[in-house]
């Protein structure tokens, strides 16, 4: 599907927003013409879903790849992924990003540019400034901070990255990827370097992701590190049944010792106790369900192919409607 003269693979997810990609696949061929191939994945749009004649009147080559319903925006990319994975060749590189212009074109050559490093398996773009509401700007500050809290890691990046033919079948063999993309680039092991770029404004339209959308984005990045999650949370719930079974033999003294006031004594080691009981049960399942994450985690790297309904291929240029 993907001609070897090809150098690089544009890799974007569309849901209902026509106008936008459209725009986007005109600014990519005029920034790398023949060379470009364009993996567009309409994640089950049905107001306005993604003809193949989108594609027609550009020096680029490309497909639309429909899929049988909607199945979200990293899922989406995950199966674009994985297409690419199984048909690019070893010189071709990949690059994945948003149809609505954030992501912005003219950027992805200092993207490129870092893989040129052979020590670079990844190279993602950090925004250098954001067209956000204050809102979202707090949120995602506070989402950073406790995503390192959690997971002892940081993460500053989303789906704009570049990455060489290796990154990509690693990537699309990770059961993590339809999860959180960004997440999974972290998890991968891969040697990932980050180029600071700025973001753009949207094309067209309005976003689709509300704030409800953005807060469950952000745990589904937490879920790709279930385990360190829920080991933290562990050690923590075990630090405070450490503090109560501390405090209580304290209680226990002052009781003897005969400084402790009627009704005291009673009431401080029932709420020691409680606690006690409560963090310790909450630290044994934290315990119980990372085993079942860990015996669970069998990776499915066709997995894709589910969700694909068509493969729509633009008619060459000359030819008959």
């Excluded at 150098?7 to 459209?22: F, K, N, R």
């Excluded at 670079?120 to 995503?147: G, M, N, P, W």
């Excluded at 033919?165 to 993590?176: D, I, K, T």
Aim: one cysteine or more.
């Amino acid at each position: 599907m993907i001609p070897a003269n090809i150098g690089l693979v544009v890799v974007t997810p569309v849901y209902e927003d026509l106008e936008a990609s459209s725009r986007l696949f005109r600014e990519l061929d005029a920034v790398f013409g023949a060379q470009l191939f364009i993996l567009a994945v309409d994640d089950g749009s049905v107001r306005q879903p993604l003809p193949a004649s989108v594609l027609e009147g550009l020096s680029a080559q490309g497909a639309v790849v429909r899929l049988r319903r909607n199945v979200g925006h990293q899922r989406a990319i995950a199966v674009g992924m994985g297409l690419a994975a199984e048909h690019m060749l070893e010189h071709q590189q990949v690059v994945v990003m948003d149809s609505d212009g954030e992501d912005l074109p003219r950027s992805i050559p200092d993207l490129l540019q870092v893989l040129d490093d052979r020590q670079v398996d990844v190279a993602v773009a950090q925004r250098k400034s954001r067209i956000e509401t204050f809102r979202f700007k707090a949120f995602y500050e506070v989402y950073k901070r406790l995503f390192a809290l959690m997971t002892g890691r940081s993460i500053s990046f989303g789906n704009f990255m570049a990455m060489r033919r290796a990154g990509v079948r690693r990537l699309a063999a990770m059961q993590e990827l339809p999860i959180h993309v960004a997440a999974a680039a972290l998890a991968s092991k891969l040697r990932v370097r980050a180029c600071p770029l700025d973001r753009g404004p949207r094309y067209a339209g309005q976003s689709k992701m509300n704030f409800v959308g953005l807060a469950l984005h952000g745990f589904r990045a937490l879920m790709v590190f279930a385990e360190d999650v829920l080991v933290r949370v562990g050690l923590v719930c075990a630090g405070i049944a450490g503090l109560s079974v501390i405090g209580s033999v304290a209680a226990v003294m002052l009781k003897l010792a005969g400084f402790a006031t009627p009704g005291w004594f009673s009431v401080a080691l029932g709420i020691l106790m409680l606690t006690l009981l409560q963090t310790g049960t909450l630290a044994l399942m934290m315990l119980m369900l990372t085993g079942v994450v860990r015996s669970g985690a069998v990776a499915t790297t066709l997995a894709y192919r589910e969700f694909v309904d068509t493969i729509l291929l633009p008619r060459p240029s000359g030819s008959q409607p």
